[in-house]
């Protein structure tokens, strides 16, 4: 084949690029990430302090986590464009329960239609082998006109930010946010699911091969109902930090995350093809996104641009891992 | 020779379902006239452009995500360049918006092409790229169309020789439709370009050792996806009189009425007939489901249940029609 295959000393300067990109994807993505402080700091002098940094990982872990949601879907060759929905319904129901009802009972309320559109998602996929992007598409087509319905028998009581959630989702300890005590554990979950258990496993399996995953028993329909439920779950908890941090319940509340989340998993290394990837790599992509919009803000960058950019990226990266697969 | 029956009996099916609905709406509304079919062919105009857009990529074998947002692009484009402007402008905004969707879409195929990387990936991305520049044309909805434009689909076409009430129930909305897809679509199906689309459709390999140029055809399969979607943004414009640059929910009716029109997902078979009156029954159930005094919301729900159910169909039939132990 190549030369750089059998003589990895002769190799050019790009193919050996090439392979560092795909041995060690962090390390170029932590390079970006500093590089991208920098020109923060240059363009702000001083705007780069301890606060900035609360700030933005404030902002960054409601992304990093429906990240997370596509970081495993896109690792089965899937999608799932639900979770934006998922998670506004999350927050707007527990915003509206929690002014009458208990907040354990409010709780369970807001991550029932959760588990329902993972668990449709799931059968669609799993069973119908419907693609993912259409079913998950079509799940938050139904889910947001179930939220129509449902806002229009809630405006009468109102809606309130419980306090735990503004705790969350806004308050610091010792200069940390808190939003991090639910984001360490949900990480290390992720990364460890991913990494040592079986399911983990079956998931990079099923993504990598899905026919060679099948003759070796793996019932492919079981992964792909617990995969969607689980990645709807984390999407309602998302919505749940997400309302205590933007404190305005809305009927569009997380949709504008969700693209990002597709573009932060992309930019983390996970291949959108599947059996590539891991959820290290997708926090920083989340977390270059987010300094990349507030870089993008002080450039005064309007949302139509933003988009553009985010499209583009999606596809150069994806592009370029796909040139990486192909010399190997 | 059965292929060619089996395509037949199930359009034919289709029209019989079609008249069947048309039958329930009279019983529900004794008075469903002439003025109200009017108004139903100008709601269906922009899905019938998105699904005729939807449908060459999928004979092409591909699919076109981006659809939805090249019609919004190209909506806003038009509104925001007729707002103000005198009427004869629009006779040069027309044929320019049309060209921008040939363009664009042509891009699409090209990228493709060039980077190799799946359509879904890279409809995806210039789905966000296009609605990115959708919101940079306009970011609230406004614009204008010009008056004769307006007119085209407004009231009904008098054919001479006929008597007053056939005219009736032939509105302008229809012509249009027929004319804009009919003209563009027969004489390409019976065209060597036309059968390269099919060819390359049901199998790329054979196509290409049959020397067909596939890069190119698929190329001008993306092209001619984004004309018919300028036309349904032009008809949206034209029929609201206004631009909106968030995308109605065409992508994932367009997929439906593909899927029910008897398009294969897979490529290679099926028409632009079927599709069409797929989109008349999807439509014509949302006015009966109206008809009923069903809430909108509700409304919302069920058409999108009916789209997902439609398309889990689709899914479900296209691996029974696989050889046992084939996975996709």
């Given at each position: 084949m190549t030369t750089s295959a059998t003589m990895p000393q002769a190799a050019s300067f790009g193919g050996r690029l090439k392979r560092f990109m795909a041995d060690r994807p962090l390390i170029p993505l932590v390079i970006l990430l500093v590089i991208l402080v920098m020109i923060l700091q240059i363009l702000r002098?001083?705007?780069?302090?301890e606060r900035w940094i609360a700030n933005t990982a404030k902002f960054a872990i409601p992304l990093a986590i429906l990240a997370g949601c596509q970081t495993m879907t896109m690792l089965t060759g899937g999608i799932d464009l639900s979770v934006g929905t998922v998670a506004t319904m999350s927050a707007f129901i527990m915003a509206t329960q929690i002014v009458n009802q208990d907040p354990a009972v409010a709780f369970v309320l807001a991550m029932l239609p959760a588990v329902l559109i993972g668990l449709v998602n799931g059968v669609g996929v799993?069973?119908?082998?419907?693609h993912p992007l259409i079913m998950t598409l079509g799940t938050s087509l139904i889910g947001t006109g179930f939220l129509q319905v449902y806002q229009r028998t809630v405006i009468a009581s109102g809606a309130r930010i419980p306090d735990f959630l503004n705790w969350l989702g806004t308050g610091l300890t010792y200069g940390f946010p808190n939003a991090l005590f639910l984001f360490v554990p949900v990480a290390v979950l992720i990364v460890f699911t991913l990494n040592r258990t079986g399911f983990g496993r079956l998931l990079y399996a099923v993504g990598d091969n899905e026919r060679a995953a099948r003759l070796s028993g793996v019932r492919y329909w079981q992964v792909i109902t617990a995969l969607y439920v689980i990645s709807s779950l984390l999407a309602g908890i998302t919505g749940l930090l997400y309302i205590g941090l933007i404190k305005a319940p809305s009927?569009?509340?997380?949709?504008?995350l969700v693209l990002p989340s597709v573009a932060a998993a992309v930019i983390g290394g996970?291949?959108?093809?599947?059996g590539r990837g891991g959820y290290m790599g997708t926090i920083i992509g989340a977390l270059i996104l987010t300094v990349l919009t507030t870089l993008l803000t002080i450039l005064h960058m309007p949302e139509g641009g933003r988009r553009i950019l985010f499209g583009f990226i999606v596809l150069f990266v994806t592009a370029a891992y796909l040139r990486i697969i192909e010399d190997r | 020779m059965t292929r060619f029956l089996r395509n037949q009996g199930w359009v034919a099916g289709l029209l019989a379902l079609l008249i069947f609905l048309f039958v329930v709406t009279r019983l529900i509304q004794?008075?469903?006239g002439s003025g109200d079919f009017g108004s139903l062919v100008r709601a269906v105009l922009p899905y019938a452009f998105a699904v005729a857009a939807q449908t060459v990529v999928v004979i092409a074998g591909g699919i076109d995500l981006s659809v939805a947002a090249m019609m919004a692009l190209t909506s806003v484009t038009a509104a925001s360049m007729m707002n103000?402007?005198?009427?004869?402008y629009a006779f040069f905004v027309v044929p320019f918006v049309l060209a921008m969707g040939l363009v664009l879409g042509a891009l699409n195929g090209l990228l493709i092409v060039v980077t190799r990387v799946p359509d879904i990936v890279v409809t995806l991305a210039t789905l966000f790229v296009l609605q990115g520049a959708a919101l940079l044309v306009l970011d609230a909805p406004g614009g204008a169309a010009a008056e004769w434009l307006k007119a085209t689909v407004v009231g009904t076409m008098p054919i001479p020789g006929l008597p007053d009430w056939t005219d009736a129930w032939v509105p302008k909305a229809l012509v249009l439709l027929v004319v804009c897809l009919f003209v563009v679509w027969l004489p390409l199906r019976r065209s060597r370009l036309g059968l390269s689309i099919y060819a390359i459709g049901s199998n790329e390999l054979a196509a290409f050792r049959s020397g067909v140029p596939v890069a190119r055809t698929r190329i001008f399969a993306y092209a001619l996806s984004g004309l018919f979607a300028a036309l349904g943004g032009l008809s949206l414009t034209i029929s609201t009189g206004i631009g909106a640059p968030i995308p109605g929910p065409y992508l994932l009716a367009s997929v439906a009425a593909v899927v029910l029109g008897g398009v294969?997902?897979?490529?290679?078979k099926g028409g632009l007939l079927g599709p069409i009156i797929a989109v008349f029954v999807l439509r014509l159930v949302r006015t009966d489901l109206t008809l009923l005094a069903i809430d909108p919301n509700v409304t919302t729900i069920i058409e999108g249940a009916i789209m997902v159910a439609v398309v889990m169909f689709g899914a479900f039939i296209t691996i029974r029609g696989r050889p046992a132990g084939a996975t996709p």
């Open positions: 002098p001083g705007i780069v302090n799993g069973v119908f082998r419907v009927l569009s509340l997380a949709e504008p996970t291949s959108i093809f599947g | 004794p008075g469903y103000g402007a005198s009427e004869e294969a997902l897979g490529g290679g």
